[in-house]
């Protein structure tokens, strides 16, 4: 073999080499993105297991809500005031301020109903009302600013109606309004994972993208042709 024949054979195993090289670094990369892919979408299908269950449970709840029976419990509770706060009342209503911290204070002691700081009065002659809604129910409560006559009415709709507004985020406050945006993040990112997992092994199943437009297409279709 001659010289230039040896250097042709050395060149091309040289090649070869590195060829195989540049797919095996490929093969790599592509290993650790999935590994990294399929470790996001099993956190994040652990996180939000609980949350998706739920509210799958309550979108079939939600969707046939009047068909549930509901047995409504009405609890009420009367209380007076006690003299020496009648005035700090008077003044607030004088200026349709807040209700003072020791008023709420003797609130929640006397009729055991926790009255947040934010919580708006609505002031009329003689009369102080307050709007207590809360997840699956209602409440009120009204007090005399002269006789000192509180009087508080809640009204519980049970378990489902709860779980039903927890879906809706309806009078849950803010920490539960935070905890919905995280829960969508988290349901975003399960979804976009699997959307990359079904890309990366679609080729081993034909039916992988005509379900994935199924999904997209009869909902689609629903709404054009039955929601008006």
């Keep these: 073999m001659s010289t230039s024949e040896r250097l042709g054979v050395s060149a091309a195993g040289h090649d070869a080499a590195e060829a195989r090289a540049r797919a095996r670094r490929k093969a790599q990369r592509r290993a650790g993105f999935l590994r990294q892919i399929m470790r996001w979408h099993w956190i994040s299908a652990a996180i939000c297991?609980?949350?998706?269950?739920?509210?799958?449970?309550?979108?079939?709840?939600?969707?046939?809500?009047?068909?549930?029976?509901?047995?409504?419990?009405?609890?009420?509770?009367?209380?007076?005031?006690?003299?020496?706060?009648?005035?700090?009342?008077?003044?607030?209503?004088?200026?349709?301020?807040?209700?003072?911290?020791?008023?709420?204070?003797?609130?929640?002691?006397?009729?055991?109903?926790?009255?947040?700081?934010?919580?708006?009065?609505?002031?009329?002659?003689?009369?102080?009302?307050?709007?207590?809604?809360?997840?699956?129910?209602?409440?009120?409560?009204?007090?005399?600013?002269?006789?000192?006559?509180?009087?508080?009415?809640?009204?519980?709709?049970?378990?489902?109606?709860?779980?039903?507004?927890?879906h809706k985020g309806r009078n849950t406050g803010v920490a539960w309004m935070w905890f919905l945006d995280l829960f969508a993040i988290g349901c975003v990112v399960f979804c976009l994972t699997g959307l990359i997992l079904l890309q990366l092994h679609a080729h081993a199943r034909r039916s992988t993208w005509p379900l994935v437009g199924a999904g997209l297409i009869i909902p689609l279709l629903l709404a054009l042709l039955f929601i008006h």
């Design 49 to 166: 297991l609980i949350g998706m269950l739920l509210f799958a449970i309550t979108g079939i709840t939600l969707n046939h809500a009047g068909a549930i029976p509901a047995n409504p419990r009405v609890t009420e509770r009367t209380a007076e005031l006690p003299a020496k706060l009648l005035p700090l009342v008077q003044a607030a209503e004088a200026e349709e301020a807040a209700l003072p911290q020791p008023v709420r204070a003797w609130i929640g002691e006397a009729l055991q109903v926790r009255v947040p700081a934010t919580t708006e009065p609505e002031w009329s002659a003689g009369e102080l009302y307050l709007a207590l809604p809360h997840p699956g129910g209602d409440a009120w409560l009204t007090l005399d600013t002269v006789a000192g006559e509180a009087i508080y009415e809640r009204t519980d709709r049970g378990v489902v109606a709860y779980l039903n507004d927890l």
